[in-house]
């Protein structure tokens, strides 16, 4: 870990980022300006030509390679990523997305994308072909800071396009480390790094030499985007906040899925996009289900990232220390029943919010209708199906959602009535680098991932004859 954050830090200078469970400095990151980023669009302009004029097998041959580096840097990359972001090594955590950024390469590089034949018949002949879109914005957030930056540069390499990646201003040093690995294998200027907040995210999504803007966060700068990108007419794909509904159907196998519905709730202390965040129970069984997750919750410690014990984390910074406050004290103050945690500790160091689950709340309530973004699950009873569909789909997000039931076809049914651009089935939150994934309603638009993924870093070109 030493040796990549003396590669990356500034030799003096630059601004403190501290560990948010003990508030110690990380490390040091250089406050780029808005002459910086011009400066790394026009490299990547020009290291664009070359780029795209390798044949695709070359292109996936590095992508390949990159795999191989990050593999092994894994460990100094989780161990930076755990002091930087917060979350533990182990657990569905740090070493977890350091393994997910190798396995999103790996995948990237080995899908297929060839033309595709439209029309052949008698004096027509029509092909789709995907070309590159040229130099590609990457803007992130802090939840998960290096493996949405690898979901964002991998297809963009793979077709031909060049990278300039704004990290979040939270989690800068994790990104600069990881693109530092890539960069031992990627020729120069194919992709390059300018951390910075907001003033430089905005100015690359102005920035006439961006072709396409990918952009994962919330939904508040999503819309800013689209206006900011306007007048350059550019490609979006944007991955925006969720706020994603569980049902749970009164034949489901409590005990089975207890532990599952805990980790869709709670991977990442929460703080993921796609994690369950309003969990709707049938009142046959909605006493069981409180009691099941109780029962699976309080056996999860939280704690110091590096503490190899731990698999919850801190929240990542005071302002989502404050949202999550705030949403539970919402619940607490319309009555609703707190089954555990509730109370963080005044006295410790550390944005910690203790594992908490929230019954007997209404639909309405803030800490239901607003993304909490954080370990604090509201657990809702429903009486019928018709109820709980009509809640689940009551909200202007549909990111992802997810049915549990022992019965697959019955859960499928339910699954075509919900407004969210992934249902799963007996688990939440599962992706995988193959399978389309994205946002409906304010969730966004386009997708990743997959061969579709593929082709949101393309411009469609049809050849006709
Ligand atoms: P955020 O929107 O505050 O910030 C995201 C990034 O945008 C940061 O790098 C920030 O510097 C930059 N930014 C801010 N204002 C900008 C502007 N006007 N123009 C350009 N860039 C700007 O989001 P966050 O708090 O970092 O992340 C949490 C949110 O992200 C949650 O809502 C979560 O649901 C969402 N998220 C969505 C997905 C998904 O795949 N759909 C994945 C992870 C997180």
Not at 51 to 72: G, I, M, P, Y
Not at 431 to 458: C, H, M, N, T, W
Request: glycine content about 10%; some cysteine; aromatic content about 6%.
């Amino acid at each position: 870990m030493t040796e990549l954050l003396g590669a990356i830090q500034p030799s003096e200078g630059g601004r403190e980022i501290r560990d948010p469970a003990t508030g110690e400095v990380v490390g040091r990151v250089a406050e780029p300006t808005l002459a910086d980023l011009g400066t790394a669009v026009s490299i990547a302009r020009s290291a664009q030509r070359e780029w795209a004029a390798r044949s695709d097998t070359a292109r996936s041959d590095v992508l390949q390679r990159a795999a191989d580096a990050v593999e092994a840097s894994a460990e100094a990359l989780a161990e930076l990523l755990s002091r930087e972001q917060g979350k533990p090594l182990n657990g569905p955590n740090a070493r977890f997305e350091a393994g997910a950024c190798a396995a999103w390469l790996r995948t990237t590089a080995a899908l297929e994308l060839g033309p595709e034949v439209l029309v052949e018949e008698e004096g027509t002949h029509a092909e789709l072909h995907y070309r590159p879109l040229g130099v590609v914005g990457a803007i992130g957030p802090w939840n998960w800071p290096m493996m949405i930056s690898i979901w964002q540069l991998a297809p963009a390499l793979r077709m031909g396009n060049t990278v300039v990646l704004k990290p979040s201003e939270y989690t800068p040093l994790s990104v600069l480390a990881l693109t530092h690995v890539l960069n031992t294998v990627l020729p120069p200027g194919v992709l390059q790094v300018v951390p910075g907040g907001r003033a430089v995210g905005e100015a690359l999504t102005e920035h006439p030499d961006i072709a396409k803007v990918m952009f994962t966060g919330s939904t508040a700068t999503g819309k800013a985007i689209i206006r900011s990108s306007a007048d350059t007419v550019k490609r979006l794909t944007l991955e925006l906040g969720g706020n994603d509904a569980g049902i749970v159907l009164p034949d489901a196998d409590i005990h089975a899925v207890a532990e599952d519905l805990f980790w869709g709730a709670f991977i990442n202390t929460g703080q993921t996009c796609a994690a369950l965040k309003r969990l709707y129970v049938h009142e046959d069984i909605y006493d069981d289900v409180c009691a099941a997750l109780v029962e699976v919750a309080s056996k999860m410690p939280m704690g110091v990232g590096l503490d190899e014990t731990n698999v919850l984390g801190p929240l990542q910074n005071q302002a989502q220390f404050d949202i999550v406050s705030g949403l539970v004290q919402a619940a607490k103050d319309a009555g609703a029943r707190i089954l555990l945690g509730g109370n963080p500790v005044a006295s410790q160091p550390g944005y910690f919010y203790p594992t908490t689950l929230v019954a007997d709340i209404d639909n309405d309530n803030p800490l239901v209708a607003q993304e909490q973004f954080g370990p604090a699950l509201p657990i809702i009873k429903f009486s019928t199906l018709d109820e709980a569909v009509e809640m689940a789909n009551g909200l202007d997000v549909g990111l992802g959602a997810s049915v549990w039931s022992s019965d697959a076809d019955r859960a499928r049914e339910v699954a075509a009535r919900i407004e969210a651009g992934t249902v799963w089935i007996n688990k939440h939150g599962a992706i995988d680098p193959r399978i389309p994934f994205g946002g409906a309603k304010q969730s966004g638009y386009g997708l990743e991932f997959g061969v579709e993924g593929l082709k949101q870093l393309g411009t469609p070109q049809v050849i006709t004859s």
